[in-house]
């Protein structure tokens, strides 16, 4: 009897254990979601800021706001291509690897215009934007030059695949055209048209339409 309730006791408190490791990671993983949401909502919120002050202020200010724009944008949007595009491409991965490394450059820089934002001394800061603009546009260009080979390759396995599916398909309809007629004397006199044999079920496609019900009147 002692032994049966030390098992019940052992399998009550794998059960505990369970549900709390289970609970722990459904608050994890929902605190991550949140976590995404409240950083993308902040990104957003500041690409709008800064998107103003490129158009509300003038001079250097103007400037350094349309600089982080930029840079950010380009950052973004290649992160986004590559981690998309490696996920079914694993030659990307070395990309991945690439962008990581120009990221550190890209927040840095991010960084510096942030801190030069406030800066009070505009002549100052009027000598530095030559050299901030050349940081932008070396790290933007590499960034787009990666986004744009990573999607030239997608493209071109794309119309690979396309191609050799076409060339499948034309082989197929040509078969399809040609069949031969039953051997035997009356094949001679009267061409018998070969059985049709009943078509199976259509797959349904997400571009067709639904079938129409029919008139009952």
Do not use: C
Request: charged share 30%; hydrophobic share 40%.
């Amino acid at each position: 009897m002692e032994a049966v309730i030390i098992v019940i006791a052992l399998f009550f408190l794998a059960f505990v254990v369970l549900g709390a490791y289970a609970t722990v990671k459904v608050v994890g993983a929902a605190k991550r979601g949140v976590d995404r949401t409240i950083g993308q909502a902040r990104r957003t919120v500041e690409d709008h800021t800064l998107r103003a002050k490129s158009f509300a202020q003038v001079g250097p200010a103007a400037e350094l706001a349309q600089l982080r724009l930029t840079l950010r944008t380009s950052m973004r949007a290649t992160q986004e291509a590559l981690y998309a595009g490696a996920a079914e491409d694993e030659s990307l991965k070395e990309s991945v690897g690439l962008f990581e490394r120009l990221s550190v450059h890209g927040r840095e820089l991010d960084a510096d215009l942030k801190r030069l934002e406030s800066e009070p001394d505009r002549a100052t800061l009027a000598t530095r934007l030559p050299e901030l603009r050349a940081r932008t546009e070396q790290i933007a260009k590499s960034a787009d030059a990666l986004r744009w080979a990573a999607r030239d390759r997608a493209r071109r396995f794309a119309d690979d695949d396309l191609g050799a599916l076409s060339a499948q398909i034309d082989l197929e309809a040509d078969a399809l055209r040609h069949w031969t007629a039953p051997a035997g004397p009356r094949a001679a006199e009267e061409p018998v048209p070969p059985p049709i044999t009943p078509p199976g079920p259509r797959r349904s496609h997400p571009w067709q339409k639904n079938p129409r019900p029919e008139s009952t009147t």
